[in-house]
């Protein structure tokens, strides 16, 4: 079996097994067994427990983020958006092992772990925040969104996302496309005001 052919098989043992059973629980010896391949083998390719887990995190992370990017078309911001909320959840809901190892498993084992997730989330909110900024330039030449509450916003988007994705995950009846218009319902009422200059302002008092 070609050497890319074997790392993908026990790359997906080894997701599967620390989704499911967590890190600390889980032993090389179950990784090889469901891989299919003697122990010592997957020491060779990938050399110890934390650089399994490693290459784990960096190529869920990989793949989400392809997901979300390609689902994502020139055209108008609440589409773009949807698209790229509903891209998000349908690969989080097809692959719930990975989402474990990134939103579960690796933010609370520790670093270097939580820094590889934490580079996730950064490109998925700088990802956000150029659709937000740009949908603000599109709605109104001179835009009242300073940067930083575009990034704040951005940040609220994905937090809420990496939320429901756990909640959707949970149970079987909820669709990709259903968390999807949920999100939207609670997000783009305001950013769409937001968009078009309506902003709300906290009372004086």
């Known amino acids: 079996m070609p050497r890319a052919e074997r790392e993908r098989q026990m790359l997906d043992a080894a997701v599967r097994t620390f989704g499911q059973r967590g890190y600390r629980a889980a032993s090389m010896d179950e990784i090889a067994e469901l891989a299919g391949v003697s122990k010592p083998l997957v020491y060779l390719y990938l050399n110890s427990k934390e650089e399994l887990f490693t290459a784990c995190i960096r190529r869920e992370a990989a793949a989400l983020t392809r997901a979300v990017r390609g689902a994502v078309a020139p055209g108008p911001a609440d589409r773009q958006l949807w698209d790229g909320l509903r891209a998000f959840f349908e690969h989080t809901g097809r692959h719930p092992d990975g989402w474990a190892v ?104």
């Open 102 to 205: 990134l939103h579960s498993q690796a933010r609370t084992v520790g670093e270097p772990f939580a820094a590889e997730v934490n580079a996730l989330r950064a490109e998925l909110v700088a990802f956000v925040t150029a659709l937000l900024a740009a949908a603000a330039r599109e709605a109104h030449q001179d835009p009242s969104l300073p940067d930083r509450e575009v990034a704040g916003l951005a940040h609220a988007l994905v937090g809420a996302a990496e939320s429901l994705a756990g909640w959707a995950n949970a149970d079987p009846d909820v669709s990709a496309r259903e968390v999807a218009a949920t999100l939207m319902n609670f997000a783009w009422a305001g950013l769409g005001d937001l968009m078009e200059g309506r902003r709300w302002s906290p009372p004086s008092s």
